[in-house]
């Protein structure tokens, strides 16, 4: 097992839907995306955004494109038109889950 | 009309204030057929309806206008046309700006369509009173609460009025509020004759325009491996080359830079994804979990295997609304204790607003420290002593005249406050208008698009 950042084993775009934005994460292969589906479940990513996203995450597989798509609720505070915040359509969210540390099979890292 | 057995589909613009240099290079080297223009956003249409309440004869995308001008000439010499949802909330100012562009530049023999009936907002009360009830999709709240207060309201309409001016003639169809998928779903149907209630392809093409809506985020724009992406000022805008059957392959024109692979068509097939399983259109609900995706060549992938059904029997409706007004200030702190030295200004700046009579609650205060990982907040270890930081502070309110103190109250700080404080340019800041969105349902039934063909 090695500790790494999720950035070695997926990729990840992040966008707005309403005050609510979403994160689509790709694993680096097929094996990876097994891996992930079974750890990066919708709890540890809340857990990860618990300072960001003030609602609920809810996960969805995509397992023809190596993907998981998770939908994070109330985590633009306000939206992309009414907030002031810097990053109002959470093209930041993506990036920032792939500094997530994970721990990974060494079997499995590219 | 014989039908095609290939056509290509681009993408020229992604949103209201994309690269000018796109559609020059889109159909000057390489193969289109149509170009399409996506222009509109949630805000745009709340800008677009306060331009025309300024005057009558604007309320479109003035930039479409003015590339007209330029894209015409080749597009009639190369017979490819074009389908934008330019038109904003006034399709008809779109086509007659188009009509003196085209004048000027000394095309002539275009036909140029319109399709209208998007916007609902003088049909509204009606609307209500016929039992639409407009709740807020997200929150679920009343529009009572907010009825007064509306800017603009347009139902995402589908391909079928496009369709129909294509059908009609035209060699240019502007729209006001069309779903983007659909402006790249229409010409499908026309060429390759596809039955509406062929689900299965109405998905095929929905995704298509997915795919492409955000110009070159599907060709390596925006994309976790970005050092592997080559030569990204010069990145190629996505085509599509798309087969009868609603197979089709992603690609981008010889000599683009960019990169078009599995993993930069799979971020854009993510990009504001709800739930895969439903993605909703106006024209059919299309399943992303049942996408076949494939590497067919360099910067080639193909997608195939694509599942749709049933749209559903209502239009969204996006409305925007007068919200109150914001603020924002910045300033540059620098360290040491960057950081405590922001929230004493923070503090300043209020108790100087209060000593004006102007009192903000502490709901309506706002204070972001650029440069203490705030955009990854609980994501990585928050800096605590940064050397330098950008302070972001404002404040929400109904009265722009209040806000506007804060404006007047932030620089004096640099000369009355701690010191290391920087970066006051451009003037005061003023407050501005919260446009506020509202997205609601509307059944099919109560929605009537007309199509208009003209020569121009």
């Not at chain 2, 229409?186 to 299965?200: N, V």
């Not at chain 2, 009868?244 to 830079?257: I, N, Q, R, Y």
């Not at chain 2, 404002?394 to 406050?417: C, H």
Request: aromatic share 6%; net charge negative; glycine share 10%.
């Amino acid at each position: 097992m090695a500790i790494v950042e999720l950035r070695e084993i997926a990729m990840a775009r992040s966008g707005d839907k309403g005050d609510g934005t979403n994160i689509g994460v790709t694993a680096r292969s097929h094996a990876l995306y097994e891996f992930l589906a079974d750890k990066l479940t919708a709890a540890v990513v809340k857990e990860q955004f618990k300072e960001i996203c003030k609602g609920d995450i809810t996960r969805h597989e995509l397992p023809k494109l190596r993907s998981l798509n998770f939908l994070l609720e109330n985590s633009l505070a306000g939206g992309g038109t009414e907030t002031l915040i810097m990053d109002a359509q959470g093209k930041a969210h993506g990036p920032g889950l792939l500094h997530m540390k994970i721990d990974v099979p060494d079997n499995l890292l590219p | 009309m014989t039908q095609k057995d290939k056509i290509y589909i681009a993408n020229a613009q992604g949103f209201w204030g994309d690269s000018p240099l796109a559609p020059m290079r889109l159909i000057n080297e390489g193969k289109v057929d149509y170009l399409t223009f996506d222009y509109l956003a949630e805000i745009t249409m709340s800008i677009m309806q306060k331009q025309r309440m300024k005057n009558p004869d604007l309320g479109y995308a003035t930039d479409f206008v003015k590339l007209m001008g330029k894209i015409v000439p080749t597009c009639k010499e190369k017979g490819i046309k074009i389908i934008a949802n330019a038109g904003g909330v006034n399709p008809k100012g779109c086509l007659e700006a188009i009509r003196a562009a085209l004048k000027d530049s000394g095309v002539e023999g275009v036909k140029i369509g319109i399709v209208e009936g998007d916007d609902i907002l003088p049909d509204l009360s009606d609307l209500i009173a016929k039992g639409e009830e407009f709740a807020n999709l997200e929150s679920g709240d009343k529009i009572a609460n907010i009825q007064d207060k509306i800017t603009s309201a347009n139902v995402y309409i589908g391909a079928g009025p496009i369709v129909e001016a294509l059908k009609q003639g035209a060699d240019i169809v502007v729209t006001g509020r069309a779903s983007d998928p659909s402006v790249v779903l229409a010409p499908l149907i026309y060429e390759f004759g596809w039955s509406m209630d062929d689900y299965d392809k109405m998905a095929a093409g929905t995704i298509m325009g997915h795919i492409i809506e955000c110009g070159p985020q599907c060709t390596g724009g925006n994309f976790t491996d970005w050092k592997q992406v080559p030569d990204m000022a010069n990145i190629g805008y996505p085509v599509i080359e798309a087969n009868p059957d609603g197979s089709f392959v992603v690609t981008k024109h010889e000599g683009t830079g960019g990169l078009i692979n599995i993993d930069t068509v799979t971020a854009q097939l993510l990009y504001e994804l709800g739930e895969p399983t439903r993605y909703l259109s106006p024209d059919c609900t299309a399943d992303f979990t049942s996408i076949e995706i494939a590497q067919d060549g360099e910067n080639r992938v193909a997608i195939s295997g694509i599942k749709g059904g049933e749209a559903t029997p209502t239009y969204k409706v996006s409305m925007s609304y007068a919200k109150g007004h914001k603020i924002l200030t910045t300033l540059a702190i620098t360290g040491p204790d960057a950081i405590e030295k922001a929230h004493v200004v923070s503090d300043m700046v209020f108790k100087r607003m209060s000593m004006h009579g102007i009192e903000i609650p502490e709901e309506d205060r706002f204070l972001e420290l650029f440069g203490t990982n705030v955009l990854y907040k609980g994501l990585v270890d928050s800096n605590e002593q940064p050397h330098e930081i950008l302070m972001r502070l404002g404040a929400f309110g109904d009265d722009p005249r209040k806000l506007n103190v804060m404006g007047a109250e932030i620089a004096p700080v640099l000369t009355s406050g701690p010191p290391g404080i920087t970066g006051f340019a451009g003037g005061r800041a003023r407050a501005t208008e919260i446009v506020g969105y509202w997205p609601a349902l509307i059944d099919k039934n109560n929605v009537h698009t007309s199509v208009t063909v003209e020569d121009a």
